[in-house]
């Protein structure tokens, strides 16, 4: 594994739509290994390929440290409910801004074996599937802010 460098807003990588993956390989599966070692290493809580350079559409997202959820290919199949609170991502480093995401979200996307499945999450699970599949389609969050950023003085805690 190896750590890859996160790019950084300004950078076009992040305003382009990945390509879905259609099969796995083992120099993907290397990606999603470093993309969990480099969003760990940052104190992130989800990554998306773009952010390391590569337009695939793949999302590596752990709220806790211990529960890894790798989505290939996600789209989002149902949403409900609002929740708005602070959001930050590793692309806009020490910045964070409020955001408006749906409450509950479901998604379909496929695991490291290409097996399809469905998720559910709320709150910030909810919030981080929305935030990962944006960067699949070129979007940052930076666009959804109402009221501007803001410098976030301690550690983060929700960088995606
Ligand atoms: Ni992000």
């Known amino acids: 594994m190896a750590l890859r460098t996160i790019r950084v807003e300004g950078d076009p ?3 382009k739509k990945c390509r879905t993956v259609e099969k796995m390989t083992p120099r993907l599966k ?3 290994a470093d993309m969990y070692e480099t969003m760990y290493e940052y104190n992130g809580v989800g990554l998306a390929a773009p952010q390391v350079g590569v337009l695939k559409r793949i999302v590596v997202i752990d709220l806790t440290g211990d529960e890894p959820i790798t989505l290939i290919n996600p789209e989002i199949i149902e949403t409900s409910g609002e929740q708005t609170s602070d959001e930050g991502c590793l692309s ?7 955001v408006t995401r749906p409450n509950y979200v479901k998604i379909r996307a496929c ?3 290409m097996e399809p499945f469905e998720m559910e999450g709320e709150e910030l699970l909810a919030r ?6 944006d960067h699949l389609d070129g979007k940052m969050y930076t666009s959804l802010v109402v009221g501007g950023l803001h ?3 301690d550690e983060p805690e929700e960088e995606a």
């Open 13 to 15: 990588v992040l305003n």
């Open 30 to 32: 290397e990606l999603i």
């Open 92 to 98: 806009v480093p020490g910045m964070a801004g409020q």
């Open 111 to 113: 695991n490291e074996d």
């Open 128 to 133: 981080a599937f929305c935030h990962e599949v």
């Open 151 to 153: 410098e976030v003085q």
